[in-house]
């Protein structure tokens, strides 16, 4: 979107083009970072809205790519503060195979208010996301296995960069959330509240959401 081996992957709104070894989005698994909410990201990654390398070909948890069903709704996020009360609601698409995160909402022209794209790995790690060919800006979130909220950018489009004028924005993570900019500030979202995963995604230690299976 762990532990002590480091693998870089380059992330945000999209991942680095598969098989062709350009880092999109780093994602190392040195463990988890501070948790920060910042526009300034901390190293520069290769990507846009995407994530910024690939990691390599990777099944779909549970079935639920990017194409989810057509006779399955997508799932929805529930986003909630440390006192439980809840800030909002995201119906999510999901990536969860090397090629969606790269992919990633790069090829989207909006999104509505309620909805948002959901990145997921099989474990935690250090990912690193950039705006490549992204049409719109992004709140980017990073979300520990448990659910917990690590880090969230706020990152504007950037027309014209390629490759490694595009900036990264770094965290830690099993789920990365990209919702539309300003989403976060609005409902008053912040490192330490909680993005509860529907059932059929998430990890036995993640905080679940009932109301979506």
Known sequence: MAVLVVCSFVLAGCAGTPGDGTP???SATTGPSGPEATDTPAETATGAGTPATTDG???GTAGTGTADADDQPRPQVE???GNGTVLGRVTV???DTGSERYTGLSDTE???ESEG???VYQS???HTYVMRDMDFPLDIVFVAPNGTITTIHHAPTEPGESGDELTGYPGYGQYVLEVNRGYANRTGLAVGDTVAIPARIATADATPNPDSE
């Open 93 to 95: 698409t999901v990536a």
């Open 79 to 81: 986003l909630r503060d």
């Open 117 to 119: 794209m959901l990145f």
């Open 57 to 59: 070909p990777e099944t």
């Open 24 to 26: 999109t989005a780093t």
């Open 110 to 112: 909006e999104l509505s």
């Open 124 to 126: 935690p790690g250090n």
